[in-house]
């Protein structure tokens, strides 16, 4: 009589054991990189150059090529990415065009990201003579981060009521001062925190830069756009994989990873942070 | 003195022949009306009747609207605004508007009265203060709010804001200006204020006002048109339509019968 | 002032169909590089031969069936992981979870997203390989099953969160009028929720799926990267994505095994292409349903 129950215990039960699992999953990946990785972090670790091969020294350059590469990568997606949000919710009427954007956005986020540093090889490091560069780099990783960028402004657009554009636009201002005196400043900050959660990915990103402009090893600082860079996690994938003496420098690998996931953390908290401040902001 | 103004013959607005579409539906349907200077034109029907849509083609808000299609004239002050070569931000200028559900913007009360005149382009910092004390005043809210003017206007009760957006709608100098359902989400109080406001704004402007409640109706306007389903069923002073209305249906619906 | 609005216009105009010039402009640089590959290599070789053998001194070999079943191994056997466990988390939290718990699970959900992949694949060396290897016996644990396990976790985020997502719009009166029958939590569960959200979940998994098939760090990291036709879980295998990964850095730009790294980027550009579009289908169609 109480198989009906049994079988529900059961089946919950199953589904509470789905959970566990994905939760343990996250928590022991977490878990290894802080604890072995934690141990290495040191000023000198941080702010050095690499010595000796490699097996020694600090990751200064691939934290700093990570950051250089980044900004560029914003460079490109914000200004595009926003431009590109404001066409679609503010002026896009429903005909094929917009429908053919909206497809090419979701396409373009499931490209995959080697994809991009083929894309990016051929068009800024050869047609465009960009060579392998920073700046070829970040284009790619800004072409990457453009549909995520596009889609976070948008969510941000919508979330301004209509009433402040009719209400601007019934006091007779054109639709552009509409959008940019009464819809943008009330938006600008969503599309940032959507913004800065896309760059924070295409920070970790390795495979489209592969290609375009990271370097294996070198002992100064980028100086110039059309320098090459090294970056972190292209560091690491060095330091796990082809590096001469791949378990002497282990620790190194670790500690690269736990500054590469804390980067990304940081972006992420302080999108998160933004967003709640933002929040706060508008009540008063 | 009401009996003279009712009698003024000065017209503000022709309507003629307006057909409208939403995506295909005709919603408006052959409306011809004529709206005198300077006195209040209500606008009652039933829900769905068309008759804030039909407000709506009055500045041409409704332009904003996906699919929307309007046939026929209107004519303010003798020019079609539905003409081709007609710039429609003019026109929003000349015809403000407030709406059902008040919608201060997110900034301070001086800001958001400031609004429409910079981005007119004024930069003036003397003419947008006064003019924002002028407008305020017009609004019967300055008393409320001179001592406050830099806090957010979202601070403001339902009728304040809803004043404050009248103030808004002034402080750019429309000469018509037209108000959806402006006291429905307000009290008693806020309401009564709002009407008294109506009736001393007439003297400047002439004023165009969409209400579902009937004794509003005919407490404040001078002249009353009933729509149904898109058509105008009887138009005329209020006075007469509330209480020798000539269409069965226009008595069916004042007094209550339906609704 | 009217002309202004115009050039303001044309200008995000402009900005918008860029996107779509974009995915066009990926989609014709593939083929256009691609294109001088087959001057030397036969179609029907590339496509149905197993060897790719770049590198032979006397006859180059370009077959891409090798890179074809290794990356649809791995791609199957992270599915196999990554939807029950998905699916089942996202049940429990939509129907399981006290609205606490949800709280503190979506940001912890959200960072593993967040996770870059060369973390995971570098996880995938130091602690999934050598796990794998002492349970089966084997030199290293660098092989299909480290990857398919390393892109389960990656798809979990995606699968997890869509597929919550449509578990909570399922209207809550189908849930009632199947409690108000007499059918006990497990059984709406199972019989009504999961059937009305389907093809939500569905896209979901297709979604991840695509994730699985282009992603390339962790597979070149972890899969051991043998050139060579897998016959288990436990060889070693090498995707069309890792393939590109190793060997595009060490090409001279334009010669045949260039194009032909272009070429199978190609190839995997079509097959995520046509898995998003047939999400994205799947999806629309329940949109519809659903409204």
């Not at chain 1, 996931?261 to 933002?278: G, W």
């Not at chain 3, 995938?124 to 030199?139: C, D, E, R, S």
Request: charge should be positive; include cysteine.
């Amino acid at each position: 009589m109480n198989i009906k129950y049994i079988k529900a215990n059961l089946g919950f039960g199953l589904l509470r054991l789905c959970a566990l699992i994905v939760g343990v999953i996250i928590f022991a990946i977490l878990y290894d990189i802080a604890s072995k990785g934690v141990g290495k972090i040191t000023w000198e670790f941080l702010f050095s150059m690499p010595k000796n091969g490699m097996t020694e020294g600090g990751i200064f350059p691939a934290i700093i090529g990570t950051i250089f590469v980044t900004a560029i990568t914003a460079l490109l997606a914000i200004p595009l990415g926003m431009g590109c949000a404001i066409y679609l919710n503010e002026y896009a009427n429903d005909n094929i065009i917009t429908r053919l954007i909206r497809m090419s956005i979701r396409n373009l986020s499931g490209v995959p990201s080697i994809v991009y540093g083929l894309f990016g090889v051929v068009l800024f490091v050869q047609a465009m003579r960009l060579g392998t560069s920073v700046i070829s780099s970040g284009f790619t990783l800004g072409l990457m981060t453009l549909p995520w960028t596009v889609t976070a402004s948008e969510e941000a657009l919508k979330n301004v009521p209509n009433s402040y554009r009719q209400g601007a636009l019934a006091l007779g201002a054109t639709k552009w001062q509409a959008i940019r005196t009464n819809v943008l400043p009330y938006a600008v900050g969503g599309m940032l925190t959507g913004t800065i959660l896309g760059l924070a990915r295409a920070a970790g990103e390795t495979a489209p830069i592969l290609f375009t402009g990271v370097a294996f090893y070198l002992p100064f600082l980028p100086k110039s756009l059309s320098s090459q860079f090294m970056a972190l996690p292209y560091h690491l994938y060095i330091m796990s994989t082809q590096h001469h003496s791949i378990n002497q420098v282990r620790p190194i690998a670790y500690g690269t990873a736990l500054v590469l996931v804390v980067l990304v953390f940081v972006m992420n908290l302080f999108a998160v942070i933004l967003r709640y401040r933002l929040r706060k902001f508008k009540r008063d | 003195m009401r009996d003279s103004l009712v009698k003024s013959d000065l017209v503000k607005i022709k309507v003629e022949n307006l057909n409208f579409y939403y995506t295909g539906v005709k919603v408006l349907k052959n409306i011809t009306i004529e709206i005198k200077k300077n006195l209040v034109t209500g606008i009652i029907g039933p829900s769905g009747c068309g008759k804030s849509t039909f407000l709506r083609t009055l500045n041409r808000m409704n332009d904003v609207v996906l699919g929307a299609k309007a046939e026929g004239k209107i004519l303010i002050d003798g020019k079609n605004i539905y003409a081709l070569d007609v710039d429609v931000v003019a026109i929003r200028r000349k015809v403000g508007m407030v709406f059902q559900k008040s919608n201060p913007f997110p900034k301070s009360i001086f800001d958001n009265v400031a609004y429409g005149l910079r981005i007119n382009g004024i930069k003036d910092k003397n003419y947008i203060t006064q003019k924002i004390e002028k407008s305020l005043q017009d609004a019967a809210l300055w008393k409320e709010v001179k001592d406050r003017l830099n806090k957010s206007a979202f601070d403001l009760s339902g009728g304040q804001q809803q004043r404050l957006c009248i103030a808004r709608a002034l402080a750019v100098e429309p000469q018509v200006l037209l108000m959806d359902e402006p006291a429905s989400a307000l009290d008693p109080t806020a309401t009564a204020k709002i009407e008294e406001l109506i009736q001393r704004l007439k003297e400047k402007y002439t004023i165009v006002i969409v209400t579902h409640n009937m004794q509003q109706a005919a407490r404040i306007s001078d002249h009353t048109a009933f729509f149904m389903q898109g058509v105008i069923i009887e138009h005329g002073l209020t006075k007469k339509i509330f209480t020798k209305p000539v269409n069965k249906i226009t008595e069916d619906y004042i007094t209550g019968r339906f609704g | 002032m009217r002309f202004k609005e115009k050039v303001i216009h044309s200008f995000f105009f402009l900005n918008g169909v860029l996107v779509v010039i974009i995915l066009l402009g990926i989609f014709a640089l593939l083929v256009f590089t691609s294109i001088p590959a087959f001057k030397e290599i036969r179609l029907s070789q590339f496509f149905f031969s197993g060897i790719w053998n770049p590198d032979a001194y006397v006859k180059p070999a370009y077959g891409i069936v090798s890179m074809l079943v290794s990356t649809f191994l791995i791609t199957f056997g992270s599915l196999v992981i990554a939807i029950p466990l998905g699916i089942g988390t996202a049940a429990y939290l939509s129907d399981l979870a006290s609205p606490r718990v949800r709280e503190i699970a979506k940001p912890i959900v959200e960072i593993l997203a967040g996770i870059p992949s060369v973390v995971i694949g570098f996880l995938g060396i130091v602690v999934v390989g050598p796990v794998i290897a002492k349970i089966f016996g084997l030199h290293n644990g660098l092989n299909a099953l480290n990857g398919s396990v390393l892109l389960a976790i990656m798809a979990l985020p995606t699968i997890i969160s869509l597929s919550e997502d449509a578990l909570k719009s399922v209207p809550k009166s189908f849930e009632q009028a199947s409690l108000a029958l007499g059918a006990t939590h497990w059984q709406t569960l199972i019989k009504v929720k999961i059937p009305a959200a389907f093809s939500g979940i569905i896209a979901a998994c297709m979604l991840g799926m695509g994730r699985a098939v282009g992603e390339t760090m962790t597979v070149l990291m972890a899969t051991g990267c043998a050139p060579a036709m897998p016959q288990s879980f436990l060889d070693s295998v090498r995707t069309f994505s890792s393939t590109i990964a190793i060997e595009l850095g060490e090409v001279p730009y334009n010669t045949t095994h260039y194009y032909a790294l272009f070429a199978v980027g190609l190839v995997l550009f079509i097959i995520t292409f046509m898995i998003n579009m047939a999400s994205d289908i799947i999806l629309h169609q329940y949109r519809k349903v659903t409204k």
